[in-house]
């Protein structure tokens, strides 16, 4: 069974810092991993997907990269802001199966403050 | 172009009901799938369909149930509402089976169980 795991779980961070958020997975059979947002209350926005084939992808102010051999992704966001504040979740498909193709991480909660 | 649709955002409903949400994805993406989503479980997820016939199933009891249409709209049912089911339930569509190239999430329905 897959299991996915963010750390850390929360984050506060004074705004204009480099942060980088932690994703690992089980099972590196995976094919994509894909990092999400979640503002309170709110659905996910996907902010990157990364191939099984990709090292890293950027956009904008992110960069995600992949390990598929340790089971590792991060997610870097760089010059934080406080509109950064939100819930960042991590998922990784497998191929199909009672999880699910999106298997989720916990997310962390991230806090930019002014 | 038009994201994910879920209707109606918000439900309240009384134990022993039964409810139907409804998810209209992305035109042109042919695969819909469901989660839920609480705060002690997290993500976790219910069914996908793709070309109406479900493909793939989580572990949910059979009164967690779905369909979907020709046009690709998908609706998920849930009979004899329990507490425990208070939750935002979350549709994601996808190009492909599988999500090769990744999910678009909608804003969720939040449902509430009294």
């Known amino acids: 069974k897959q299991e996915v795991t963010q750390i850390p779980a929360a984050l506060s961070v004074p705004e204009g810092e480099n942060l980088v958020l932690n994703c690992s997975f089980t099972d590196s059979a995976i094919y994509n991993l894909q990092w999400f947002r979640q503002d309170p209350g709110k659905g996910l926005t996907s902010l990157l997907l990364?191939?099984?084939?990709?090292r890293e992808q950027t956009s904008g102010r992110l960069n995600a990269s992949l390990d598929k051999s340790s089971g590792r992704s991060t997610l870097y966001i760089a010059a934080s802001q406080p509109g950064d504040s939100a819930t960042y979740l991590c998922a990784v498909m497998n191929y199909g199966g009672s999880q699910g193709n999106l298997i989720f991480g916990k997310g962390t909660k991230l806090s930019v403050k002014p | 172009k038009a994201g994910v649709t879920q209707t109606p955002r918000y439900l309240i409903k009384t134990r022993g009901q039964q409810v139907t949400l409804s998810c209209s994805p992305i035109?042109?993406?042919?695969?819909v799938s469901w989660y839920q989503q609480t705060p002690g479980q997290g993500l976790q997820f219910l069914f996908e369909?793709?070309?109406?016939?479900?493909?793939n199933k989580g572990n949910f009891p059979g009164r967690f149930s779905g369909r979907q249409f020709s046009n690709s709209r998908s609706e998920m049912n849930v009979s004899t509402l329990e507490l425990g089911d208070s939750a935002l339930y979350l549709c994601?569509?996808?190009?492909?089976?599988?999500?090769?190239?990744?999910?678009?999430f909608g804003s969720g329905t939040r449902l509430t169980v009294v």
């Open positions: 369909y793709f070309s109406e016939t479900q493909r």
């Open positions: 994601a569509s996808s190009l492909a089976l599988g999500g090769a190239y990744g999910y678009t």
């Open positions: 990364i191939q099984s084939s990709q």
């Open positions: 035109s042109g993406h042919r695969s």
